[in-house]
T-cell receptor
């Protein structure tokens, strides 16, 4: 089955700096790669997603890149703000599988 | 106007007891899920339902029995609770399968003593 690995497990950056979180997946049939942000005491919330027919997607300060050959995808946050501090999860799934597999999470701390 | 709501938010109980967690979504979604998040924050799929039908049962002990009375509800009943069941349980829903965004509830923190 699909396995998703995520690095780093913790990331501390200065406000205004960029943050990058990387994931790899094992199943080449995976075709949907969402990223979720989880704040304390809340459920994960989708922040951006990318499908396998696209190499990069951007939404304001957040961007995601996908390298299908290497089975890597990454989340890039620019101009980080203290409110970006949270746990971020990557995930991968195969069409019609009904199973979204999550990475182990990255705790991002943005220092003011 | 909560999209996915779970009750209760906290549940503290003793080993051997039976408990239920309720979940309701008002988004009109076809697919609902239960995920378990352990103390290390790992999020693991337990069950997927589509149109009230069980699609995925991810090798969960049969002490866990989900029930979907209709498309908007997916409840989780747990028999003979064990210490290892302590975790945060999240309900989620999506329009049609996992290749559309999942909307999560705020979780139920279960503590078994």
């Amino acid at each position: 089955g699909e396995n998703v690995e995520q690095h780093p497990s913790t990331l501390s950056v200065q406000e205004g700096d960029s943050a990058v979180i990387k994931c790899t997946y094992s199943d080449s049939a995976s075709n949907y790669f969402p990223w979720y942000k989880q704040e304390l005491g809340k459920g994960p919330q989708l922040i951006i997603d990318i499908r396998s027919n696209v190499g990069e997607k951007k939404d304001q300060r957040i961007a995601v890149t996908l390298n299908k050959t290497a089975k890597h995808f990454s989340l890039h946050i620019t101009e980080t703000q203290p409110e970006d501090s949270a746990v971020y999860f990557c995930a991968a799934s195969i069409d019609s599988s009904y199973k979204l597999i999550f990475g182990s999470g990255t705790r991002l701390l943005v220092r003011p | 106007d909560t999209a996915v709501s779970q009750t209760p938010k906290y549940l503290v109980t003793q080993m051997g007891n039976d408990k239920s967690i309720k979940c309701e979504q008002n988004l009109g979604h076809d697919t609902m899920y239960w995920y378990k998040q352990d103390s290390k924050k790992f999020l693991k799929i337990m069950f997927s339902y589509n149109n009230k039908e069980l699609i995925i049962n991810e090798t969960v002990p049969n002490r866990f029995s989900p029930k979907s009375p209709d498309k908007a509800h997916l409840n989780l009943h747990i028999n003979s609770l064990e210490l290892g069941d302590s975790a945060v349980y999240f309900c989620a829903s999506s329009q049609a399968g996992v290749n559309s965004p999942l909307h999560f509830g705020n979780g139920t923190r279960l503590t078994v003593t």
